[in-house]
T-cell receptor, first 111, second 112 residues
Framework: AQSVTQPDIHITVSEGASLELRCNYSYGATPYLFWYVQSPGQGLQLLLKYFSGDTLVQGIKGFEAEFKRSQSSFNLRKPSVHWSDAAEYFCAVGTGNQFYFGTGTSLTVIP | NAGVTQTPKFQVLKTGQSMTLQCAQDMNHEYMSWYRQDPGMGLRLIHYSVGAGITDQGEVPNGYNVSRSTTEDFPLRLLSAAPSQTSVYFC???????????FGPGTRLTVT
């Protein structure tokens, strides 16, 4: 069965520090991979996506993610976090007709 | 384009009542889905549709019905509300299986 794991429930970083959010998936073939962000009380906004090709993908708001097939991972990174990045982040896998979401990582940014 | 719209934004029901959550999209997307979001559980798929007249169950379909009579609309019906259905509900659409989903703003439902 397909699954998505986000091992970090909550992460706290200082403003200006770098950030990496982890995501591992379980799927028999190369899936479509996504990162979404959700601000409090809002819907989900797409940050970036991987379908094929270059394994390092760039997204909005200065985020990037790297697909590593050997590790079944799709980690999200940002070199310098801003206070406005505080939100919930979800990794998702698209397979066939369905999407599977991780349980999310809550990011707190301290001044 | 309005994208994906959902109504109502908030709703309080008593146990046993029924209601319909509305979802509409104006992007001519074939695929539409309903999710519920609960703390610590991410988003769980309730039902989805791959085109008008075609629906299927997701991970947590019990207590919910859907229909897809048009490409634009995908309503979610709660047949007899239970406190366990207290949640935030999101509707999403995408062009086809190889594309990203676009989400509505959500409906916060409380069942007392």
């Amino acid at each position: 069965a397909q699954s998505v794991t986000q091992p970090d429930i909550h992460i706290t970083v200082s403003e200006g520090a770098s950030l990496e959010l982890r995501c591992n998936y379980s799927y028999g073939a190369t899936p479509y991979l996504f990162w979404y962000v959700q601000s409090p009380g809002q819907g989900l906004q797409l940050l970036l996506k991987y379908f094929s090709g270059d394994t390092l993908v760039q997204g909005i708001k200065g985020f990037e993610a790297e697909f590593k097939r050997s590790q079944s991972s799709f980690n999200l990174r940002k070199p310098s976090v801003h206070w406005s990045d505080a939100a919930e982040y979800f990794c998702a896998v698209g397979t066939g007709n369905q999407f599977y979401f991780g349980t999310g990582t809550s990011l707190t940014v301290i001044p | 384009n309005a994208g994906v719209t959902q109504t109502p934004k908030f709703q309080v029901l008593k146990t046993g009542q029924s209601m319909t959550l509305q979802c509409a999209q104006d992007m001519n997307h074939e695929y539409m889905s309903w999710y519920r979001q609960d703390p610590g559980m991410g988003l769980r798929l309730i039902h989805y549709s791959v085109g008008a007249g075609i629906t299927d169950q997701g991970e947590v379909p019990n207590g919910y019905n859907v229909s897809r009579s048009t490409t634009e609309d995908f309503p979610l019906r709660l047949l007899s509300a239970a406190p366990s259905q207290t949640s935030v509900y999101f509707c999403a659409s995408r062009r086809d299986r190889g594309h990203e989903q676009y989400f509505g703003p959500g409906t916060r439902l409380t069942v007392t």
